[in-house]
Every structure is written in C-alpha cells, then in structure tokens.
C-alpha cells in the first residue's frame, strides 16, 4: 500500500509562476489537508477537506486554492508564486471526518523554492 | 490567539530517559497528538490523548492534564535512531490542529 504520495518531490518556481502540487491517497480517508512547514514554525494548515466536494481554509489560505473531486486526491494551486510560498509542502489524511481525534498520515512532502 | 510551546532543543544520553514538555492554549480541546519527524521525512503519529493521565506505548509515554494545559511525552531507553523532532500538535474546537514548532532531541553516544 503506498499510503500518500505527492509530486514532484522538490521543484524550483519562478515568481509569477502558476503550479499545482499533487497528493494522492489510497487509504479511502474521508479527510485530507494541505500545511506548511517553516524552519522555527509550526506546521500551519493552508485548506483541508472534510470529505470529497467540500474544502475549507485553514489558518494561512490566501495564495493558495484546492479542489476535492473525488476521495482519493486533493490538489493544491499556486495562482501566482511568490518567494514568500517557498516552504516544504505535506500532503495529510485521517479517516473519518477529523472530528474523532484520529491521526493523520503524511505523504513526504514537496520541497518548493519560488525565486 | 491560539499557542503550543515546546523547548526547540534539548539534548540527551543513549540509554537515559528524556521528558519533552507541551503547553498549550487553544479555542477548544478536543485532544492532544505528539508526532515524530526524522530530518527530511514526514511527520510520524506517536500518541494521542483526550484525557487525563498517563498513556503508554512501549518506550513512549505521553501524559495530559487539560486543567494546566500541559503535556509531556517521556522516551525511556534512548536509542540513537530515536534523534529526530517531537512534535505537539492541538485539536481545537473546529477539529483543526494547531501545532508547536517542534523540539529537537540530539542523542549523544
């Protein structure tokens, strides 16, 4: 089972630059989320999705968009890249609808330097 | 505003025992997760707690008191593969978690 995955791995963006980072799971997990994670900072939550056809904003959306088509993947937008954006990006899931404290699985993450 | 405070680095002997602390102030609590990430890799789910006391997994420990929003995870044995940050993480009362920056354990020999 590969759990999450997500692409590309690292990716080096002009500013201006549009791009999506992709997650895919395979757990059939109601849930999924999109962080941030910052050297000296928590990891801060940019959207999430409940369940398939629903998305909300977590604590730092602006910049960012998602769509939930379907269950198993849950893409992540940049509309316009900013330097401010470069961070590690993890991909998460938990099953259920997040509301029964059950952990949440990580993909690997992508590495993203906006110049 | 909402707040996780964990000591960002602390350093321990292999073999010994280390305690991380957490406190928290959250909108809401509806558990606490501790989380292991290895440099370079992905958040790992240690533990979890919804109530009060001490909760044991192996070499791990994890322990809550909601009333001093306060918790701690305890290693036992230090293994050198267990050099890695710990993570603090609260679920508030929209079912989101709120994280702390992480502590670093360096294990020395």
């Known amino acids: 089972t590969a759990g999450i995955t997500q692409a590309p791995t690292s990716q080096i963006l002009a500013a201006g630059r549009s791009m999506t980072l992709r997650c895919t799971q395979d757990?059939?997990?109601?849930?999924m989320y999109w962080y941030r994670q910052d050297l000296g900072l928590g990891l801060r939550l940019i959207h999430y999705?409940?369940?398939?056809?629903?998305?909300g904003k977590g604590e730092v959306p602006d910049g960012y968009s998602v769509s939930r088509a379907n269950t198993d993947d849950f893409p992540l937008t940049l509309a316009s890249a900013v330097p401010s954006q470069t961070s590690v990006y993890f991909c998460?899931?938990?099953?259920?609808?997040?509301?029964?404290?059950?952990?949440?699985?990580f993909g690997p993450g992508t590495r993203l330097t906006v110049l | 505003g909402q707040n996780i405070d964990q000591p960002t680095e602390m350093t321990a002997t292999e073999g010994a025992i280390v305690q991380i602390n957490c406190t928290y102030q959250?909108?809401?609590?509806?558990?606490l997760f501790w989380y292991q990430q290895h440099a370079g890799e992905a958040p790992t789910f240690l533990s979890y707690?919804?109530l009060d006391g001490l909760e044991e997994k192996g070499r791990f420990s994890s322990f809550l008191s909601r009333s001093k929003g306060y918790s701690y995870l305890l290693l036992k044995e230090l293994q050198m593969k267990d050099s890695a940050s710990y993570l603090c993480?609260?679920?508030?009362?929209?079912?989101?978690?709120?994280w702390g920056a992480g502590t670093k354990l360096i294990i020395k020999p």
């Open positions: 998460a899931s938990s099953d259920g609808t997040g509301s029964e404290g059950n952990e949440q699985f």
């Open positions: 757990m059939r997990h109601n849930a």
């Open positions: 999705s409940n369940t398939a056809g629903t998305t």
């Open positions: 959250t909108s809401g609590f509806n558990g």
């Open positions: 707690n919804v």
């Open positions: 993480a609260v679920m508030d009362s929209n079912y989101q978690l709120i």
